[in-house]
């Protein structure tokens, strides 16, 4: 990249949307980026990513080591088409494979090494791009691009959030229990706030959104409304 166009990527604009799973953070992220005609990052996407490909592998969730040499060599990419975001590796669009369950909770194991998350780092930042970028995420606005503008905040009740996954994989025909995802909602939401590196937890100049009671129409005005507010 050349100094201008690094100069460039530094002065875009940076909209972060972090929150715990379910919360709806991905789909303001994506009808964020559409208003805007901004770049799209879902930094959750490679966190999947590297647990999907340690899966794979059969490498063992608890060797820190490996799972970092993963993360720092991953042959990924994103590529839009009719309005969607697929996650690409190693040239196979793997897009419904990182949704499942166990790659979900893999995933939730691996965010919470530090090596991964550090080899993730930059990679990150690199979505950073002119005219602008919104990223999604549990720790957007507290590390990855802590001078973002905006940042928000997305959250919902537990039960809100397992009953929200519940009707979308019943929408697909896969049978769950309310009370199991509810249970591993619980179990990611303790993880996540409780690790080490960069636990999930709202930015102290970020704006804190419930989206309990919230219709997604009305949460994707209040966001756009901040921006409007603080990006000129």
Same mark, same amino acid.
């Given at each position: 990249?050349?100094?201008?166009?690094?100069?460039?990527?530094?002065?875009?604009?940076?909209?972060?949307?972090?929150?715990?799973?379910?919360?709806?953070?991905?789909?303001?992220?994506?009808?964020?980026?559409?208003?805007?005609?901004?770049?799209?990052?879902?930094?959750?996407?490679?966190?999947?990513?590297?647990?999907?490909?340690?899966?794979?592998?059969?490498?063992?969730?608890?060797?820190?080591?490996?799972?970092?040499?993963?993360?720092?060599?991953?042959?990924?990419?994103?590529?839009?088409?009719?309005?969607?975001?697929?996650?690409?590796?190693?040239?196979?669009?793997?897009?419904?494979?990182?949704?499942?369950?166990?790659?979900?909770?893999?995933?939730?194991?691996?965010?919470?090494?530090?090596?991964?998350?550090?080899?993730?780092?930059?990679?990150?930042?690199?979505?950073?791009? #002119? &005219?602008?970028?919104? =990223?999604?995420?549990? /720790?957007?606005?507290?590390?990855?691009?802590? $001078?973002?503008?905006? @940042? !928000?905040?997305?959250?919902?009740?537990?039960?809100?959030?397992?009953?929200?996954?519940?009707?979308?994989?019943?929408?697909?025909?896969?049978?769950?229990?309310?009370?199991?995802?509810?249970?591993?909602?619980?179990?990611?939401?303790?993880?996540?706030?409780?690790?080490?590196?960069?636990?999930? #937890? &709202?930015?102290?100049? =970020?704006?804190?959104? /419930?989206?309990?009671?919230?219709?997604?129409? $009305?949460?994707?005005? @209040? !966001?756009?409304?901040?921006?409007?507010?603080?990006?000129?």
């Amino acid at each position: 990249m050349t100094e201008a166009a690094n100069l460039n990527s530094q002065q875009a604009p940076v909209i972060t949307i972090d929150g715990p799973s379910g919360s709806g953070k991905g789909t303001i992220a994506k009808l964020l980026a559409d208003s805007l005609g901004y770049e799209l990052l879902d930094s959750g996407a490679l966190y999947r990513l590297t647990a999907l490909a340690a899966l794979n592998g059969e490498v063992d969730l608890s060797d820190e080591t490996r799972l970092a040499e993963i993360a720092g060599s991953l042959d990924i990419r994103f590529a839009v088409a009719n309005g969607e975001v697929a996650a690409v590796l190693q040239g196979v669009d793997v897009s419904r494979d990182i949704r499942m369950e166990r790659v979900s909770m893999a995933a939730s194991r691996v965010a919470a090494v530090p090596a991964v998350r550090e080899a993730l780092l930059q990679r990150q930042r690199d979505f950073r791009q #002119a &005219p602008g970028l919104v =990223a999604d995420g549990r /720790d957007m606005g507290t590390t990855v691009f802590p $001078d973002a503008p905006v @940042k !928000v905040f997305l959250t919902a009740s537990a039960e809100e959030r397992a009953r929200r996954r519940y009707d979308q994989l019943q929408g697909r025909g896969v049978s769950v229990s309310l009370r199991d995802l509810l249970e591993d909602i619980r179990a990611r939401d303790e993880r996540d706030m409780n690790r080490a590196a960069s636990p999930l #937890a &709202p930015a102290e100049d =970020a704006v804190v959104l /419930d989206s309990t009671d919230i219709g997604i129409d $009305d949460v994707l005005q @209040k !966001v756009l409304d901040l921006v409007h507010e603080r990006i000129r």
